[in-house]
Every structure is written in C-alpha cells, then in structure tokens.
C-alpha cells in the first residue's frame, strides 16, 4: 500500500489550501481515515478524521474553518483548509487505517503546509 499527499504549500493568512492524500494497493476497505499535523519543536496532533460512515471530528482550533472528506472510490482523503492562520504552519501527515490481507495503519509522506505574509 502507498499513501501519496499533495496539496501543500505557501499560502498567506485568511488564504485557503486543499490537501489531497490517494491510497493505492491492494486495498480491500478503507475504515478511518484522518490528517495529522506537526509543527517544529512539537508533538504530533490528530487535526481531523473521518469514519466509513462519514463521522468527522477535529481539532478544537481548527473547526469551523477546516473540512475533511473522502471519495471511497478513489481511495482518497481531503482536508480543505479555509482561513488559514501563522498557527496552521506544520507538516501534514495523511493517516488511513485499511485492510489488504489484514487490517493495518498506514502514513503518507508528510505536506508541508506554511501559512505567512
């Protein structure tokens, strides 16, 4: 299985980016998918997720303003983030928990997301 994000980059504050995470393989489901993020000198945050049956939760600060989704047939996870702050500045890691021949937890490579004037 591969996790292969995109989407990241500059953007300035109040601007807008839509990060992208497609999953291929030998995949048989998909279960929760969801975005983390890191920021320098910290730990790593769950920012978003989303269940098989469409559930979503996030990250206090970032509701409201972010939106995750998913497109089961293309195997594929968004995070639109809209109003994007100094704060939001981070890589962003792409995390599905699926089944192939057993169930697993995979990681994309990492996006990273800079938000400044």
């Known amino acids: 299985v591969q996790l292969q994000a995109s989407g990241g980059g500059l953007a300035e504050p109040g601007g807008s980016l839509r990060l992208s995470c497609a999953a291929s393989?030998?995949?048989?489901?998909?279960?929760?998918m969801a975005w983390y993020r890191q920021a320098p000198g910290k730990q790593r945050e769950l920012v978003a997720s989303i269940t098989s049956g469409s559930s979503t939760n996030y990250l206090d600060s970032v509701k409201g303003r972010f939106t995750i989704s998913r497109d089961n047939a293309k195997n594929t996870v968004y995070l639109q983030m809209n109003s994007l702050k100094p704060e939001d500045t981070a890589v962003y890691y792409c995390?599905?928990?699926?089944?192939?021949?057993?169930?697993?937890?995979?990681w994309g490579q990492g996006t990273l997301v800079t938000v400044s004037s």
């Open positions: 393989g030998s995949i048989v489901s998909i279960n929760c």
């Open positions: 995390n599905l928990h699926l089944r192939t021949t057993y169930y697993g937890t995979y």
